[in-house]
T-cell receptor, first 114, second 113 residues
């Protein structure tokens, strides 16, 4: 089955700890995205990548980092600098970053702070 | 900066009714508009994508319209069913600096059996 997988489904972070959220796609898409969703809020863009080895900051990149070493993988690290990390994190991909493309979303990872 | 607003925030209707969800955006210079469905605790499912040059798109019982000049889109759901209960999100692709989508906060829809 083609699609986007995210793991884990739930993740717990201790104070001062860095954690990494996984996002993998087998759709052969060039572009990948990370969004954050808070209750009662719209999704907000954290980082996006148009192609392997390239990525750009979105609207709320502070306290997060990403890498894009492989086309199918776009992991997101939530660093200790992110003071309010509790949220639902969604990864998405599209064939290209072109304006006509549909974005496809993974099932999400819920991050909670202990 | 692009802002997307969805009205109403919540809606509850009896099964079988036709209904309309509204989406407005502040900057009419968009490339496309996309409607998504989100079930509780789940990811997003794309329903319809309307390019800026299009006026509407249809998929089954769903019809989405776009009036770019006035900054409005509507999602029409015909003959609603309990399985349509979900949160519906509107998002626009404006380009500019970030290449992602700008989302509204969604309309939480409940279809009563």
């Amino acid at each position: 089955d083609g699609g986007i997988t995210q793991s884990p489904k739930y993740l717990f972070r201790k104070e001062g700890q860095n954690v990494t959220l996984s996002c993998e796609q087998n759709l052969n898409h060039d572009a990948m995205y990370w969004y954050r969703q808070d209750p009662g809020q719209g999704l907000r863009l954290i980082y996006y990548s148009q192609i392997v080895n390239d990525f750009q900051k979105g609207d709320i990149a502070e306290g997060y980092s990403v890498s894009r070493e492989k086309k199918e993988s776009f992991p997101l690290t939530v660093t200790s600098a992110q003071k309010n990390p509790t949220a639902f994190y969604l990864c998405a991909s599209s064939m290209t970053s072109g304006s006509h493309e549909t974005q496809y979303f993974g099932p999400g990872t819920r991050l909670l702070v202990l | 900066k692009q802002e997307v607003t969805q009205i109403p925030a919540a809606l509850s209707v009896p099964e079988g009714e036709n209904l309309v969800l509204n989406c407005s955006f502040t900057d009419s210079a968009i490339y496309n508009l996309q409607w998504f469905r989100q079930d509780p605790g789940k990811g997003l499912t794309s329903l319809l994508l309307i390019q800026s040059s299009q006026r509407e798109q249809t998929s089954g019982r769903l019809n989405a319209s776009l009036d770019k000049s006035s900054g409005r889109s509507t999602l029409y759901i015909a003959a609603s069913q309990p399985g349509d209960s979900a949160t519906y999100l509107c998002a626009v692709h404006s380009g500019g600096g970030a290449d992602g989508l700008t989302f509204g906060k969604g309309t939480h829809l409940i279809i009563q059996p």
